[in-house]
């Protein structure tokens, strides 16, 4: 196994064509999450990964394992139960003025009732080589929190690398909650993945350049590497990419900027934190960002959490196919 | 006002075409409760009715609003709340030999957690001809029933009629639970719709024929009147479906049973109460049957939890309108 | 040219899915219409066909004519406007006890305000073998009613046969002058396609048996052949169908009592028609009752008014194919 | 109740996914009409609204009544007829450089067939603050404009002010009968809603700014605020939108451009007349054009003729709301 | 590893709502084939299974792999090509009289062009219980047909049981070559699924009853066990189906008879092998009967050549839950 | 007939909505090639054409012939086998920075296996004013190049005017084998339509300018006259496009550019084709370079290879119609 994921999948309902949610007399179908997108899109990109969670057994929470089976994620090692609900959220796309917008319905799921113990996270994380979970799982529940810390003392006893992207949800819990969970945990992180309004909200650090935001986490936390992500929206439908890395060694990089014509930017940030990982443990951190910047580019043009591009076309893109039709 | 009801209305996701909820990639969507499905009917065959509820203040909330609106139901009593989420269903719809199933969602819905003093009931009924709830909305919570004794109890003081649907749900509670919470409502009950499973589960009433069920529920609870539904399901695609009423001065009331191609019978039930309900109000226990039976039957013609026949096409179908296309 | 039919065709708005209109969100489109449906499916069994009509030179306009033109029929001799406007109307589908229902839309459409002159009758029908057309057309209008009469003498003096389906529609018009246009038009007819009910509506021809209501309508008006189609409809999705005829020679004419699983019988009729002039031309009256009952009967299984069914199809049906799934 | 509007609304119909209507094998349906537009626009944002009108009833018209209801507007003035037809229309949407476009099939509407007398003015009007139309109206038929007439007239007896969009419909009038019918009507205006190209087309004002044909208008009619609303159209899924008002005092009146990604520019207009109508009565002029010109860039941003903005969207949008995905 | 399975899988192009293919605008895809459909189903039912073939590198070769990972089937062994082409099926549903049907487009398939060797089969079937193949893989090709040899003679050599459908397809060879080919395989068959038809026209055997054709194959090729489904259909809606069993001791295993609301009967005679297959190997022949039959009946009721019916609901219908809805 | 146009057409399965083509449920359908295009585009422009090929009599066959002559193209020249295959293409919306792309499925094609002879050529072509063929049909196999030598030829006997796409498509044939194979043909060709790159990748010919690629190309050839289309992609969902032609005289021929939003592309390179022939055939090179450049910028605004603008939006464009809504 190269990653183990760790985290909420919910069914994602969206409304079609540019809709309202209160308009709509239809919604389509898929599922999405944080950290089982990143398992899903190293899968696509050519690693071995499992995603760990905690699912009800009705026809949703099958239809979340059947959607990680479907990219060839490893699903054996869920928790099941008789109790307890599905997330769901749901989601509009926006035009300008109008930004997209998500509306969650995650109380009462299922992993947010998951305890230490359920788990057996020695044998999970044996022989893996990173595990990667988000700020959103210590913020389901302080139970969820305590499986979080568990799974990372587990990965430091079994020599894995521990991604964490910082992903601060405002509507979870306050950033004072959020930092005194999580700054115990950054000791344990070698690889974090966040943005700039992130950092500041949750640790308060600011900078007057990217770089230097990377710089100062790592030196309050230690982390092997940083990755910031940054996009700019001069309008809904059409947004830039791009990211940056910093190492422990000091050492910047960057990457050129996506333009991109926006179809669906939900799990644009988790594409990005696939295509670093696959990058970063097959090549290093200056693969890491290229493929992260593609990846995520990629992603971003197509419907749902999951990003169907392949290895092949990321690798073009890296290499700067044009944007005439492929016949 | 004619009628006021109360009660739990959710979002309703169905599988298009027979598709089972694990395959989907799209729903369907609008919505359903018991008591707004008979708060609807009543209105689309010429009543003034209003509906009672507790919603989130979100999109979910307010196109559960917007629905009953569009039937013409008054929705200005309704209880807002920014807390608290909309209750969701899934419909799967079947072929014989697999029924059709449906998965509620409604842990922690924002009318499970209504309180006792939060409707003016006295205001809210005050010139209302009856009061209409079920067996569902007490099911819900300890708080919600006692607003349903809260709700019955002005429904006496305004001089409302009580109408009440027995609808037991297994997945809410136990038997024992139901007869423990129902048995003292039932004093304030007028009119009492059931069906002979749903009687003998809740209050082990058991005789040889439907009338016997009813006499006997007459006797011990004191109804004005009691109702019966009666489905046979030969296929899931086919059913016949009659009912019959018995007064407390014995007379009994039966009608033709339709043949009936099942598009989805979701809101069958209600569909009768409404019929019945406009029948007995504006005519008498008979026409209450008659109106029940037709409203029903064509309301398992169509698709949805409300019934979109019209009192006319209701009025057709009891002096026998036939099966040649309407030209 | 094989057959041209004149007549209206309107634009066919289905709610998808037995859904009631006043609930439907999208609906399906195509065209229909009486004259056409025969043109369009005795150019699909092989003959050639021209329809004659009048159109709006609009997007709606031009799609009459290209779903004629799809089938194969000629629309060379279509007159275009630039006033008035294509008549629509809306399908509902039924489930028993709900029949299926059909709402017109078709006042002031361009052809209800044809006038004699504007076909130039004499040139469409030199050297075609058979005109027909309904008692659709007369009804729209005076003016309508009148350029029947013309096409039919025009009919004879060219020396084709003249083939009339009596379709008699009570929102058109009343029996009385439908009989009244009518009776002297019949005197130009040699085939008559009908049902029992139109007949004895239309022209107070009434008998014991399908066969003697045949003979008098041969007896009254001179008819070459007349034709009935018999549905008895169970149920809404699930009719029989059969027909006969009788000619002058009083020769009778049955066949084999279809079942059908109904998906669509809007157009049943015309596909009877058109099955029955393919087998009159091309081997005789015995054909044409076989070709019709098969065409028609694969017509009620699938969308729309047209036939998709081949020539083939029907051959294999009239002999016996089975329900084993076709690989 | 706070405003009362007049009009005809029609059934939408429209292609999908910028197909052309030629092309169509469905079409999506909801109801449009610029005075419902506006009245189901100023009950969103919070007044109490109703609209009166004609309908068929049928399916069609009851659609209408229910899509009125469903936003909340009053609808118990609508004068109903057995006769007559519902008004549609096609929608097409467009690219660059084809532009969208609209096919109206509204002759004979029921509207259109409406006579003084039918409605009862002063009782509709009394108590109301506002009554609105449009010159979309008096187009109809003249009696539909002797209607208008009878409305205003009441309106002014009962103190209600009159609002009124020029709305210049050439496919309906000429603009010499445009002229000719509403000079008189507007001497009982006291809100003119209009466009620089309307205003010019109709009435012969010009000049050199929005601002100077604004108060040309209002010394040649007397009306108490004139708003004039400027789109620009770079590209079809690309435009910019801004209004300005000017009140009698002599006052300007404007607001920050908005650029907006086209979704259904179609009641993009009476979205601007809801918002200012709900700005001006609640705060005035300023904020009727702030609120006008958020809640029309909001409408444009999702489908249909109605606007699901809520108001608090439409006030963070004032505030200055980003386009970051909204969680 | 339980079952290991051989063939081809198409990607599945069904027409929607009863069209015919002539008709269609759009097409549902998924993918099916009876050697995957089978893995899928024991899959689904609590068995490890894997599925061999050989795809080309495209994306409709991935959608094959992903649908079987969906399901959970290992696709580790599948044989990867840049050249060829995904085999196709088109499907209309029929309704009486009108047959459902199939159109194949697999000709030069990757899988048809598999050669001896491509796969390892003595490591594919190391440890495995269970090889499945049928009739249809050694029809694709003579190299394929080579392989299914070379398939066996390993599933021999590991101790695998060799399960065979006959599923004889007339458009793929002649009967006369179907039993040249397959009589050599037969001697190394363990468990044959068939019909009655299939094994006469294939191997000429016939009998008075199912129950002699099973014997008579057993005497031929000393099978372990014989298993025939019996399919009736009264109509295309309404199926009856069932099955029997007999092993080589002479026992007779039979079932109930369910009649079936046929919602998709392709699939449904694999849905047969994959329960019979479970039941088999965890229970024995009875159970096998059963399950097949059980899981059969529920695949025929939902849309796709997989059958999402879980084993509970499998277990339900053996032991005869009814029809009413399932809350 | 005016012009009669010979190559494949194919089935078109797109995806829906910007999904990638492994994640699709559903696929839209048409039929394309890039000589029916033309054929179907001069019709639609008014012009009489026939469209000649090779097509398997199965319903996807009989599609390809039903949707030209939907758009009234003849089609009585086509030739039916009851062998091979119709070739099918799938589609990829794209979105910056991922280019559409289209996925061939066209092995084994009916018209790949086309024999010379098998078309009477002199027949069809007798009358004709013009014959137009591109460079995908002699890529298709030998002996369908060996059909377009024979076709051109028969042309030239019948005094037809030759028209000639080069549209080079490297997955067919090598830029060699196109150059040897394309190379005699061209002597017989008047009117070449090409761009930049195919003339350089087949034939060599490079230059400063698209005016000296023109010049070179007539002077090799002896072109009556060449026209260059020009597109540049600053995104996927903007494009530029315009044309040049430049005749044996050494007249230069340009139009103005048009800033296209991009709804579907494939296709546009066959609507310049029938614009510049319409223009050409009725009035000349210059107004062959206007109606093809507008008649394709408008293609590109709608879904679908063919094109349903009318000549009437066509000559609107030329004027400069505007991007206000049309109504």
Chains 1, 2, 3, 4, 5, 6 share one sequence.
């Not at 398992?39 to 995603?51: C, E, H, P």
Request: contains cysteine; proline residues 2%.
């Amino acid at each position: 196994m190269d990653v183990v994921t760790f985290g909420e999948t919910m069914i994602r309902l969206a409304a079609p064509g540019f809709q309202r949610l209160e308009q709509v007399t239809s919604l389509t179908v898929t599922v999405g999450g944080a950290e089982l997108n990143v398992a899903a899109g190293v899968a696509r990109l050519g690693l071995k990964s499992a995603w760990v969670s905690r699912l009800p057994d009705n026809p949703l929470g099958r239809m979340a394992r059947n959607k990680a089976n479907e990219f060839g994620v490893d699903t054996s090692h869920i928790v099941w139960t008789s109790e307890d609900r599905m997330g769901l959220y749901f989601v509009e796309y926006g035009a300008a003025p109008r930004a997209s917008s998500v509306l969650y319905d995650r109380e009462g799921s299922a992993i947010s009732r998951i305890r230490p113990g359920e788990v057996k996270w020695d044998e999970v994380l044996r022989g893996a080589r990173l595990f990667h979970t988000t700020g959103i799982t210590p913020a389901l529940s302080d139970s969820a929190a305590a499986v979080v810390a568990e799974a990372m003392e587990a990965a430091k006893r079994q020599g894995c690398l521990v991604s964490y992207d910082l992903n601060y949800r405002a509507k979870l819990w306050s950033a004072q909650k959020a930092r005194q969970v999580q700054e115990p945990l950054m000791a344990m992180v070698d690889i974090l993945s966040t943005t700039e309004e992130d950092t500041e909200k949750v640790f308060g650090v600011k900078a007057d350049s990217y770089v230097d935001v990377a710089r100062r986490l790592i030196d309050r936390f230690g982390f092997k590497v940083v990755t910031i992500t940054l996009r700019e929206t001069p309008s809904v439908w059409r947004n830039t990419w791009t990211a940056i890395a910093v190492d422990r060694e000091g050492n910047v990089y960057d990457d050129k900027v996506y333009d991109i014509e926006i179809v669906d930017r939900v799990g644009g940030g988790d594409a990005y934190t696939a295509g670093f990982l696959y990058g970063y443990l097959t090549q290093g951190v200056a693969a890491g960002v290229q493929y992260g910047n593609a990846f995520s580019a990629l992603k971003q043009t197509s419907w749902g959490d999951f990003n169907w591009a392949t290895r092949a076309e990321v690798e073009a893109l890296i290499r700067g196919s044009g944007l005439r039709i492929a016949r």
